[in-house]
């Protein structure tokens, strides 16, 4: 304090913004309050031009408040990023008290499409929280430019124009109805979410492409318009940037490949693509997951594409994922693993590390669980245990399990139940299988004519350690299982040793 002036009168001086001033650690703490520049809250007046200057107003080590009350920003320029714009500052906090949210009322009349992100973070920033803060699109929107939070940093410096971005915390947030994705982040490091909620988002609920060091805890998506989580980093043959898609690519996986991901407790429902989606990925572990309704897609999907594959981006097989604790209902397909190799083999399109573990899958329109290449070229690592199905579809891969040219597969204590007689278990072209502990229960009391086998393998090799089929409806003269392959024909295999129960 300076000599000679009270601490009374020092505090009356303080600027109507809020100071607060914390001298044992030389900081100085700024609230910025939205109605202080003029804000009403009233839901009606357009606050947009009061809520940048809220924002102009921000230095480091900064809060901006908003008071309970809506938001209205119809802002539509066409050079507006965003409602809010944080760049270059670090120990900035977003607060909404109960009850605040903020409206984006701003989207072209003519074509429906966004002009502007709710709030966009680039680097250079460092510890940003952003607090209970509500943000929804007034209109329904085509799929168009406008995520309710979009950060963007850089994970390493090849002529990018923003600057490193780390020590990101959203906690309590929801976003509804935004034209593009619901919360984005891109090379982001040191993250956490605790407590979110996406709705009805054009696109991914909650996206990261080239991130690291993420704790996320308590996710729920309703109704995404493309996948309810997805961790994606792409391919490209040298470490590159698309500036206009604000994308990182890499020739491998590294440290910056959605790395070092805890995600617990997460929720996804409905959705016009994949519950979660892993591409690209490395050391990712997903505990407490449930899916429902996606039947567009798969519950959990995780694939690789290689150049010269018919689809839009290219990205490596994940290695480091472990998911635990899954339940799945009511979905196209449960668990894909995927991959899409070119002509030419490349084992960072094909070898995978993914283990799976404790899944209860019930109601799948196509495969509950499939793990595949779609080369000659096989697909390795895939590890399913503990894993229970229950379906009666009869189109696709009738809601059953199902591989198709893998090498060292594992699968252990997996049990299927099925409501008809119906092919619930394929092995196609797998090599080095191992499986412990496979049940299949068909539950039909009223047997059709000639049934066929309900497990089939064809061109395997490997171990079927305790195979259990039960069926006690079953025909005397029902055969429930296939064997063929190449050496030995059909109704034979002599490379692959099976063991009944």
Known sequence: ?????????????????????AFGRHEVHRTV??????????????????????????RPNSTLYFPTGTYRFADRRKNADAAIVIAGLRGITVEFAAGAELVMDNLDPDSGTGTGHGILVHGPASDVKLRNVTIRWSQSATRSMGDGIRIVGDPFSLGWNHGPVNRVTLSDCLIHG??????????????????????????????????????????TAIGAGDDGLALVTYYAPEKSIDPAAQTFSFPHLTRWSNDEFVITNVAIKGGRANGVRLAGARGVTLAG?????????????????????????HYVAS???????????SCETGIHVLARPSDTPDPRF????????????RGCANWSVRAESLSGQRATGFDLRSCTVEASSSIGGNGGVGLANTRYSRLNAVSIQHTDAVLVFAATDVGDLAVDRLAVTITAGDPPD?????????????????????????PAAWSPLHLADDASGVGQSARLTIRTG
């Not at 909650?206 to 991130?211: E, I, M, V």
């Not at 094909?350 to 899958?361: H, L, N, S, W, Y």
Request: overall charge negative; aromatic content about 4%.
């Open 33 to 58: 309050d939205v109605r202080h520049h003029g804000a009403t809250g009233d839901g009606v007046t357009d606050d947009a031009a009061a809520i940048r200057r809220a924002v102009a107003a921000l």
């Open 289 to 313: 997951l449930a899916v429902v309704g996606v039947d567009a897609g798969a519950a959990v999907m995780i694939d690789s594409a290689a150049p010269g594959n018919d689809v839009g981006w």
């Open 319 to 329: 290695r480091g994922v472990k998911v635990s604790d899954l339940a799945i209902d």
């Open 350 to 361: 094909t070898g995978f590390d993914v283990a799976i573990e404790g899944a209860a899958v």
């Open 1 to 21: 304090m300076m000599a000679g002036v009270p601490r009374r009168h020092l505090l009356l001086g303080l600027p109507a913004m809020g100071v607060v001033v």
């Open 178 to 219: 935004s034209p593009q994705a619901g919360v984005i982040m891109i090379g982001v490091s040191d993250i956490r979410i605790a407590g979110l909620q996406t709705e009805e988002t054009r696109a991914d609920g909650l996206h990261f492409n080239a991130c690291r060091r993420a704790r996320i805890d308590n996710y």
């Open 450 to 474: 000639e049934p066929g086998p309900c497990t089939g393998f064809e061109n395997c090799d490997g171990v079927v350690d305790d195979l259990r089929i039960a069926w006690d409806s079953a």
